[in-house]
């Protein structure tokens, strides 16, 4: 419930007054995706059957109070999750493919918290090292260190892109976009989004959204394979950042996609 986790955060602001503060979150995540277009898909958090839509997230936030939100969670390093939450935090910390059950390793990265300032790309760094020197299905990580300050720089160059190519967009070769999620077994849906971004744009355009991309995306790292329930994505491109393709056999949730934040900024 938004109103309840609001006030959890305005009793901890009013009883610990610190200089700083940062927000873990941790549970399940899927991105922006909606959690009515099949099981298993509830945006943010798990509470018993009890689920957490991401504007809703951004309901609970307060704004320009957290120094840095990091999602332990799949799937949360998503444009339109940054977006929504542009003005909750200064850096977001997330992952755009599946967190592995362990979760970020703590035991190492526990002190880089409480630097005077967060070393949120040590942070970074050492959840990936961590994975990356495991083996077979346990080498699987992907995380990125988003600066949310040129979010809308970064939403009004891909407008420049976007806008007027929806045909364009829906006859994509979507099976050779970037995947970046196995959420299910009918379709697809989150992307690279550099992947997506690169097949719209004209050289000009591209140079210009690259030069706001490297602002927005201030680390990232993948593992070469992303592990997911019932195997491993290849990734062969990433950007540090997953991105909703509209795609014409997705009415449904083409129509939610609507109301994120991110689709009235570039699309309408």
């Known amino acids: 419930d938004p109103s309840v986790m609001r006030e959890v955060f305005d009793k901890v602001i009013a009883d610990y007054p610190a200089d700083s503060y940062g927000l873990v979150l941790w549970s399940h995540g899927t991105a922006w995706l909606p959690y009515n277009v099949q099981p298993m898909l509830r945006s943010f958090g798990q509470d018993e ?3 957490m839509e991401i504007d809703e997230l951004a309901e609970a936030l307060p704004d320009h109070v957290f120094d840095f939100i990091m999602f332990d969670a799949c799937y949360m390093a998503s444009t339109e999750v940054a977006y929504a939450l542009r003005d909750k935090a200064d850096y977001i910390l997330a992952s755009p493919t599946e967190v592995l059950g362990e979760g970020f390793p703590y035991k190492l990265i526990i002190g880089n918290f409480f630097t005077e300032t967060a070393d949120l790309q040590q942070i970074a760094e050492s959840f990936y090292n961590y994975y990356n020197q495991q083996t077979d299905e346990y080498q699987s990580a992907s995380v990125s260190l988003i600066a ?41 849906a989150l992307y690279d989004f550099d992947d997506f971004i690169s097949r719209l744009a004209t050289e000009t355009q591209y ?55 991110w689709y009235r900024a570039v699309y309408e």
């Not at 407008?159 to 196995?182: D, S």
């Not at 593992?223 to 449904?252: C, M, R």
């Open 49 to 51: 059957s009890n689920w």
């Open 148 to 188: 949310t300050e040129q979010l809308d720089n970064l939403a009004a160059i891909c407008r420049e892109i976007v806008i007027g190519k929806e045909n364009t967009i829906a006859t994509l070769p979507i099976q050779e976009l970037q995947q970046l999620e196995y959420l299910g077994y009918t379709y697809h």
């Open 207 to 261: 140079t210009n959204y690259l030069s706001i991309l490297n602002k927005v995306v201030l680390y990232k790292q993948t593992t070469p394979n992303a592990t997911y329930f019932k195997g491993q994505l290849v990734i062969n491109q990433f950007s540090g950042l997953s991105i909703y393709v509209p795609q014409n056999g997705l009415a449904t949730l083409n129509d939610w996609y609507k109301g994120m934040e």
